[in-house]
């Protein structure tokens, strides 16, 4: 599948700053076998006095950018083309879920695709009881490390209900299970620490999702949103598969990356800190044009 | 006690010294024979009388309180500090001795900096698994954002501690390094400078090896790093977290010593990868800090995001090799406690030589056999997390020791392990030495044997790890020699690195020939100015609330009659200004004064310690008097009891404080309150509608009584008192005495004229001038008054503007 996604991020404050600095990971990058950048554009309006790209840690594109001056508003714009291929379907060869253990102690590197990174709590998840033992209760024994990710995935899906207005990006995951609702990042944050709470290393994942129109309607300008799904590791032989539980589905052609990280902390769209006290407003627009319009899925649900 | 018990020599007290058995002991060695380092300090100090060990102690204690050197808890609230816990006792240690630890902990250091380049590096030591991945990876003190970054200068570690102890067997061994931002060098200091006074003699003294060589070298060592070879001007500086912080004490009084900014992270900004400190002159390049925050905190943008201490940016800036942090960011992996069971073994294998000095015994329970080990011999271990980075004697949330959980836990020990394995260590519940420490002062006193620890500093220099020949013992508190009862509620005692011959007396002058020293004193950083200027208006706006409360409670006094006409106008005049005339104390002084406090404790560096004195002592006057003032003369005597102390924090600032740009703000702020008050004070009282009597009043709250007479000799009039109170160049109690001395300080600040031309503040504070030189005191009416005070404000917005942030 070839998109076209353009974004645009605005955001004013109340009081105008000097010397404001934002790290921005919102360029897609190839990602081999699985996602292909075909051009990528990020323009920030006012001009920066400053810019400069950079790879992170975990391998993500990073663009920060800085003004000398004050300003009080700040728009970014990225225009980007990104061909999404299929992954083939592969055999099941990941572990029983009791034994995956053995596999990640095996991987003695600290590289940004090692296990060892997504295991306990990371800045903004931290694994949590009830989220455990809900995990637990769903992997019956002998069940592979990619059984357990779909049921717990699957029973996320079931269980919670989309809703725009019950959190924000601020609540902490357990507050999000407890009301069992939430958006895609509360899905995402929630399904993570229930499979780190049992063992399977899982990360967070930034990107964009293709949405469809309801039928018979033009599919709107700006409706869409930025999409957060979840990446874990199943074991060596597997290595990493992205679900998305929002949708209870592998994050396949419909899904273009962004960025990876074991939380949002590591692949926020903005970062960036005021100097100035007083509040700001942000304004977020989305679109993702699919360019070979042939094949039709079921609709999938976004976030806010 | 008796006289007879005073005047004994402590001789005796020095014979009730009982050993532990099995423990070893600073004072006497394995055989019971007085370790000869010691014998001729313990010669001198049994001959002292209890009296004179008293009188000497007091000696030490009193510099300490005089020095303002205190300890405190992380807290909100300033007052929560505890007088500095001195054991006034020394640990003494022979150079030889010292030289021995100095050289394994020389290799020591040696081997932490290859670690932190590997760990941030090649990574070899995870892939050839000499360090388990996980471990790493799981600790918060691995900064990602660090991987593969090189540090400017080439090394990451440049300033350590290690944390010491004697086995039972004599010989030493490292109870943990200290790599993240050690502290204590300062307090070594204090503690060095207070011994000084308790032992004042030509021996000891001229055979203790001397702090301020390792200081000295340590400070250019930082210059030339931060300066760098690209020939750039960059200054090296320290970084705090602030006041909040529990050693932010011991960083004001590094800064101060060693001539360095102090700076937060507020102060600094980054510009194209370079660190910049916002000064009054503008953005000046840093090349160096000494960083006493931790890594996390230190950019909220690519580190922790929740940090408000931080700087935006820092990150790129050593990204970029323009920025040298002591140390490195991401050096407190080191500190994790569970390292302490590879170091060993890593030392053979980078350098094929054992460690000289081993550290405390550690077993990750990571492992199946380690596991195994820790289980079956629980009982002689400590057990806690493996990711801690606090000492062993630190206790952390969840420890077992000795086979006993210390908090209530419902599992075994084994099955904790079992579950929990790899995020534990078990470490050997090891014995300390014990060192002679002065115990039951009340009842007179005796000398009894407690447990230690001694913390030593190692900095790099170009020629290599340098050591400070002393450090910072931590005593314990009871007798037991187990390293666990050397949780808090200690006390700390000088090291004496002691020399057989008379040493060298180098101090911190700089040397007749040598390097050129730049100074940093001429930097005022903007936030320091800010914090001056507020001083300066809140101190004014003190003095101002005390007098106005003591003319009230004075015209109570004369009256008894609240509702006097005059009494009720001062009530109301001071109500908008918060403060309840109905209370012989208002609280809102106590907050004018805390709020002056505030800032002065946020300058500290930059501030003498009379000064600093000087304030707490108005608080704690102030507080004291809320509890007994009553109204009328008692509260208008109490008022002229702070009268005079804030008049005598004024006069230190005033004639101790260096003409600088420093002072310049401090005497700003003062200038443009006073400015204020008196506009606001005539506005009020020499108003043709204030009651009789109010004229004379503004005249006695403006402190100008005599002056008047003398001058005018006539009946109080509207027209004397402004003529005296806001025209008068001469009386410092006018409006255009202060106008001008706004005007003259202003002409003194950098950027005072653009391109020839007037810059903003005196361009509006000139017509203010000319206007207060040739007016009437008619033309000065109450609608003048009140436009003038929003003048003043305006310039006060200026100055913010330019100067202070």
């Known amino acids: ?304 | 006690m008796t006289e007879a018990a005073r005047k004994k020599p402590v001789q005796d007290i020095f014979a009730e010294y009982r050993l532990t058995p099995g423990v070893a002991d600073e004072l006497f060695d394995a055989q019971g024979h007085m370790r000869p380092v010691w014998r001729r300090f313990v010669d001198r100090f049994s001959r002292l009388t209890q009296e004179e060990i008293a009188t000497r102690f007091e000696r030490g204690n009193l510099y300490l309180r005089d020095a303002g050197v205190f300890y405190r808890q992380y807290s909100n609230d300033p007052l929560q500090e505890r007088e500095w816990p001195l054991s006034h006792i020394p640990v003494i240690l022979h150079e030889e001795e010292w030289a021995h630890i100095c050289a394994g902990l020389s290799q020591r250091a040696d081997l932490l900096e290859a670690v932190m380049a590997d760990l941030y590096g090649p990574g070899d030591l995870v892939r050839d698994g000499h360090l388990p991945a996980e471990l790493i990876a799981g600790s918060q003190q691995w900064l990602r954002p660090m991987v593969g970054v090189t540090p400017r200068g080439g090394h990451y570690l440049h300033f350590l501690a290690f944390e010491i102890g004697r086995s039972p067997d004599g010989s030493w061994f490292v109870l943990g390094d200290r790599t993240q931002a050690p502290s204590g060098a300062g307090f070594a200091l204090e503690n060095r400078m207070a011994t000084g006074r308790i032992f004042p003699e030509r021996f000891p003294r001229a055979h203790i090896h001397r702090l301020a060589g390792f200081f000295g070298a340590f400070r250019t060592a930082m210059e030339h790093l931060a300066r760098g070879s690209a020939g750039r001007d960059r200054y090296a500086a320290i970084l705090t977290p602030g006041p909040q912080n529990d050693t932010y004490y011991e960083h004001t009084y590094i800064a101060r010593y060693l001539g360095m900014m102090l700076l937060e992270g507020e102060d600094l900004l980054v510009e194209n990868g370079e660190a910049m400190v916002r000064t009054i002159q503008g953005p000046i390049p840093v090349g160096l800090l000494w960083r006493r925050i931790d890594a996390a905190f230190a950019d909220p943008l690519e580190l922790d995001s929740s940090s408000r201490i931080g700087t935006p940016g820092l990150m790129e800036a050593v990204r970029q090799g323009n920025l040298a942090l002591v140390n490195a960011l991401g050096s407190g992996i080191l500190e994790m406690r569970a390292m302490m069971a590879f170091f060993p073994r890593i030392s053979e294998l980078l350098t094929g030589q054992p460690l000289i000095l081993p550290n405390i015994a550690t077993w990750w329970c990571g492992g199946e056999s380690q596991r195994a080990y820790v289980r079956r011999n629980a009982d002689r271990m400590m057990i806690g997390s493996a990711y801690a980075v606090d000492l062993p004697f630190d206790i952390g949330s969840t420890t077992a020791l000795g086979g006993n959980f210390l908090n209530s836990e419902k599992r075994s020990i084994a099955e904790w392990i079992e579950a929990e394995g790899t995020s534990l260590v078990g470490q050997e519940a090891v014995s300390l030495s014990t060192t002679p420490a002065w115990v039951d002062a009340e009842d007179g006193g005796r000398v009894e044997p407690r447990p230690m620890t001694v913390r030593i500093f190692a900095a790099r220099t170009p020629s290599g790890w340098h050591f400070m020949k002393g450090g910072y013992a931590r005593i314990g508190k009871s007798g037991d020699a187990m390293a666990l009862a050397m949780q808090r509620g200690g006390s700390v005692a000088d090291v004496w690195v002691v020399s057989d011959k008379p040493v060298p007396q180098d101090t911190l002058a700089p040397p007749e020939t040598g390097d050129f020293r730049r100074s940093t004193t001429g930097i005022l950083p903007a936030r320091s100015a800010d914090n001056l200027y507020w001083l300066g208006r809140y101190v004014e706006r003190t003095e101002d609330a005390i007098r106005l409360i003591r003319a009230y409670n004075l015209r109570l006094a004369q009256t008894d009659n609240p509702n006097d006409a005059r009494l009720r106008r001062l009530r109301d005049f001071m109500d908008n200004y918060g403060y309840d005339l109905s209370r012989p104390i208002p609280p809102a002084l106590i907050d004018r004064i805390e709020a002056a406090r505030g800032c002065a404790a946020k300058v500290r560096d930059r501030f003498s310690t009379d000064g600093w004195a000087a304030l707490n002592d108005l608080l704690k006057t102030t507080r004291r008097m809320t509890s007994t003032a009553q109204p009328g003369d008692d509260a208008a005597r109490a008022m002229s009891v702070l009268v005079r102390k804030i008049t005598g924090f004024s006069g230190l600032v005033h004639e101790n404080m260096y003409r600088f740009s420093g002072w310049r703000f401090l005497s700003l702020g003062r200038a443009l309150e006073r400015a204020d008050s008196l506009a606001a004070l005539l506005a009020e009282f020499a108003d043709p509608d204030a009651p009789q009597g109010s004229l004379d009043m503004a005249v006695e709250v403006a402190d100008s009584v005599i002056t008047h007479q003398r001058r005018y000799r006539v009946e109080t009039s509207r027209n004397t008192v402004v003529d005296l109170l806001a025209l008068d160049a001469d009386n410092p109690r006018a409006i255009l005495f202060q106008i001008q001395r706004i005007r003259q300080l202003a002409d003194d600040l950098p950027h005072s004229r653009v391109n020839g031309r007037l810059a903003p503040i005196s361009r509006a504070i000139l017509p203010i001038e000319a206007e207060f030189c040739v007016r009437d005191p008619v033309e000065i009416d109450t609608a003048r008054l009140i436009a003038l005070r929003s003048e003043l404000a305006h310039i006060s917005d200026l100055v913010g503007a330019a100067y202070l942030r």
């Open chain 1, 1 to 304: 599948m070839l998109y076209d996604i353009r974004l645009l991020i605005e955001y004013s404050y109340a009081v105008s700053s000097d010397h404001l600095r934002n790290l921005v990971r919102l360029l897609p990058c190839d990602i081999p076998g699985r996602q292909r950048v075909l051009s990528r554009h990020l323009t920030v309006e006012p001009a920066a006095d400053e810019r400069r790209d950079a790879l992170d840690f975990f391998g993500n594109a990073m663009t920060t950018v800085a003004w000398h001056a004050p300003i009080d508003s700040v728009a970014l714009q990225l225009m980007a083309r990104v061909e999404r291929r299929a992954v083939p379907q592969r055999l099941d060869l990941s572990p029983p879920v009791e034994l995956l253990e053995e596999d990640i102690a095996s991987v003695q590197t600290l590289g940004p695709e090692a296990p060892h990174h997504y295991r306990g709590a990371s800045p903004r998840i931290r694994p949590f009881p009830e989220a455990t033992a809900y995990a637990r209760a769903l992997i019956r024994p002998g069940m592979t490390a990619l059984q357990g990710v779909e049921a717990v995935g699957r029973a996320l899906n079931r269980d919670m209900k989309f809703d725009s207005k019950a959190t924000t990006v601020e609540t902490p995951p357990a507050e999000a299970f407890a009301k069992r609702r939430g958006v895609c990042q509360d899905f995402t944050q929630i399904m993570i620490a229930a499979l780190r709470g049992v063992g399977i290393p899982s990360g967070y994942v930034s990107g964009f999702l293709r949405t469809f129109p309801p039928p018979g309607q033009p599919r709107l300008e700006g409706a869409d949103a930025m999409h957060a799904w979840v990446r874990a590791w199943v074991g060596k032989e597997i290595g990493w598969i992205e679900f998305d539980p929002t949708n209870d589905q592998y994050a396949g052609l419909d899904y273009v990356t962004v960025a990876y990280g074991r939380d949002y902390s590591d692949v926020a769209p903005v970062r960036g800190v005021m100097r100035t006290a007083g509040g700001h407003e942000s304004r977020q627009a989305v679109d993702v044009i699919p360019l070979d319009d042939e094949e039709q899925l079921a609709p999938a649900q976004g976030s806010e």
